[in-house]
């Protein structure tokens, strides 16, 4: 994926929200994916939360824990969270 990965989760953000677009959270996780694919830390929990909650995409726990994975590996906190959750469950 190409493009600047703030704008990509900024978008996406919005479309989760419904901040200025309607509420759609297949379109935020497309984002949110465009974004967490270039390495975007918050983008990858976000589409982690998603793929582990079935927001937007099918639930697949297995996804949400590789995009967790990859935020933890530059240590956000939140994604360290997260993947806690899933192993204790």
Do not use: M, P
């Amino acid at each position: 994926a190409q493009g600047d990965a703030d704008a990509q989760y900024t978008v996406g953000t919005a479309y989760s929200n419904g901040s200025g677009l309607t509420q759609n959270a297949a379109e935020a996780a497309r984002w949110y994916h465009l974004a967490a694919a270039q390495g975007h830390a918050n983008a990858q929990v976000n589409l982690g939360v998603a793929y582990a909650d079935g927001t937007g995409v099918a639930q697949n726990k297995a996804a949400s824990v590789r995009w967790y994975r990859l935020a933890v590996d530059v240590g956000h906190v939140s994604a360290q969270l997260n993947i806690g959750v899933c192993y204790e469950n």
